[in-house]
């Protein structure tokens, strides 16, 4: 156990390293991958709806389900042969994402203040964070080339803490 949670951590730190160097291909692969998993999702609502059981079942008595199925294959065939379409979209749905972490920080903060608790640092955290998402969100590039960073910042954590923990086995 102590010389695969080792290596695997090495194997962390050096795909941590590749993809620190080469952020936009980096979040290139990780939209192919967000792209592939929507295809098959897509896929698997496609195939449950004609096999599913007769004609009283839930699926096959809603055409939804059939609908939904292929818009997302479709959405997925999208964000594959789309590349810059759909790096821009995955800028988006992060920046989005960070506006509204942002958004909870400062109500999070105002609950706090309610407590009676300290609330000053988190309030001040979540105003930069909402700063932080709106300028994500306005500057899509910048905010691709983050998902890239951001992926290779948390391969080189966990690579670390497998050798740490290997190492303390």
Request: charge should be neutral; charged fraction near 5%.
């Amino acid at each position: 156990m102590k010389v695969l949670s080792i290596v695997m951590g090495i194997i962390y730190l050096i795909l941590g390293i590749l993809c620190f160097i080469t952020p936009v291909f980096t979040a290139n692969v990780f939209t192919y991958i967000i792209a592939a998993s929507i295809l098959l999702a897509g896929i698997w609502m496609i195939v449950s709806y004609f096999v599913s059981q007769g004609e009283d079942s839930f699926i096959k008595k809603s055409g939804w389900s059939l609908a939904f199925g292929i818009l997302t294959v479709i959405l997925a065939l999208i964000l594959m042969f789309k590349p810059d379409f759909a790096n821009v979209v995955m800028a988006s749905i992060f920046g989005a994402w960070v506006i509204i972490a942002g958004i909870a920080r400062i109500f999070e903060a105002f609950a706090l203040k309610d407590i009676g608790s300290s609330w000053g640092f988190v309030l001040a955290l979540g105003i930069l964070t909402l700063i932080l998402g709106i300028f994500l969100v306005c500057h899509p590039l910048i905010t691709f080339v983050a998902i890239g960073i951001f992926i290779a910042l948390s391969l080189l954590f966990e690579g670390i803490n497998f050798i740490i923990m290997g190492c303390s086995l």
